[in-house]
């Protein structure tokens, strides 16, 4: 659903955000409250604000550098954030947890963070099929970069490293049509097959069972996803608002991974919806609409990941086939430079992807850890407070 069908969105007993906090701080001076239910009015909404901030940041990005390896950098560095904060507020608030509708907010907020867990694992071995492309870029380089005078043997092992990445990026994007092709392809009888593609790669390092499917998780992070009630927004002191915003922090940037990294049967079909009268609501919902048209777009559709450089793969690749096909010997100088001026696009892709997937392999491990510890901590928090 389009960003702008949230735009109108009017206030119903289900769907209060930074307004009910608002009312409810309201209340509490009136009845001239203790300091404490004053400082945790102002911790929660201050949350509200902190994850609006970083989400509006997110969402200036313009179009050369919405899905970057960069910019799903910054979204987890985002993330990180929230999640810390979000850890200090249920610690602050660890005995007003135990009790209903609390004890089901929280409770249902763990679940979905374990749910979560299984995307990192299958993001980090996306992340490491974009490591064997990169492999292959880089034996272009080899073959062609730097060379005083360019024959037939460098052509000869450029085009079969070429011909390797196309197969192993086909074979991605095949397998991202149905969970069941993927299956039949780490079968034994297709061993063969699997030795003259990227697919044994996969077959090594997967992480997840190969029944698991990224879009049937996202389905289950985003199931029962609703927008707190105001009368539990007013007598929980809108702590449930804070879970509900966590959980949507952390569903939409499960699912930006899933859109930008290739995964096991990955699918995008998720349903946002919050009322804009949540601070973060815009520019989250903004975001979503964004990379959803991305995904449409007729070179994107049926990507095995939406990330950037994963498109300047194709792109450089595509362009250096085209080369290698139509190259006669000896080369003339007009062809030496159309030779030259496509291994550069080689090389600044091969370079932007050598910088980034380790820091951004290293990240996910973080959003992994920070997770189990959070939930680690947060159950033992609720369990002491009995």
């Not at 292959?136 to 070429?162: D, H, P, T, W, Y």
């Not at 069941?180 to 996969?202: L, T």
């Not at 998780?217 to 029962?224: G, P, T, Y």
Request: charge should be neutral; glycine fraction near 4%; proline fraction near 3%.
């Amino acid at each position: 659903m389009p960003a702008t069908d949230f735009q109108d969105a009017t206030s119903s007993p289900s769907s209060f955000g930074f307004s009910i906090l608002s009312r409810r701080r309201e209340q509490v001076h009136s009845m001239e409250s203790t300091h404490g239910a004053t400082s945790q009015e102002i911790e929660l909404e201050a949350f509200q604000r902190h994850v609006a901030e970083r989400f509006q940041d997110l969402a200036a990005a313009d179009a050369d550098e919405l899905l970057s390896i960069p910019w799903i950098r910054k979204l987890l560095d985002a993330f990180l954030c929230c999640q810390e904060e979000f850890r200090v507020i249920v610690f602050n608030n660890k005995s007003h947890l135990i009790r209903p509708p609390m004890d089901r907010y929280i409770s249902e907020f763990f679940e979905r963070s374990v749910k979560a867990l299984d995307v990192c694992n299958a993001v980090r071995d996306g992340i490491e099929q974009i490591r064997q492309w990169q492999k292959q870029l880089e034996i272009v380089l080899c073959a062609l970069r730097n060379q005083r005078s360019i024959g037939e043997g460098q052509f000869r092992r450029s085009k079969k490293a070429l011909i390797d990445l196309a197969i192993g990026m086909l074979d991605e994007k095949e397998s991202n049509n149905t969970l069941a092709q993927r299956n039949r392809s780490f079968g034994r009888n297709n061993a063969q097959k699997e030795q003259k593609s990227f697919s044994h790669f996969r077959s090594l390092s997967w992480s997840v069972s190969r029944s698991w499917s990224a879009a049937r998780q996202l389905q289950a992070i985003s199931s029962n996803l609703v927008a707190p009630k105001a009368n539990e927004t007013i007598s929980t002191n809108g702590l449930n608002v804070a879970v509900f915003t966590m959980n949507y922090v952390l569903l939409f940037v499960i699912w930006a991974l899933v859109a930008a990294i290739p995964c096991q049967d990955r699918g995008l079909q998720i349903h946002f919806y919050a009322t804009r009268q949540f601070s973060w609501a815009g520019p989250i919902l903004s975001l979503h609409e964004r990379i959803v048209e991305e995904s449409k777009k007729r070179d994107r559709r049926n990507a095995s990941g939406l990330l950037k450089e994963i498109h300047e793969i194709e792109k450089c690749a595509r362009h250096m086939t085209e080369l290698t096909d139509s190259v006669q010997f000896p080369l003339t100088e007009e062809k030496e430079r159309e030779v030259k001026r496509r291994v550069e696009e080689v090389e600044q892709v091969y370079e932007a992807i050598k910088d980034g997937l380790d820091p951004l392999e290293r990240q996910v491990r973080e959003v992994f850890h920070r997770i189990v510890r959070s939930r680690t901590e947060g159950l033992d928090s609720v369990g002491t407070s009995k």
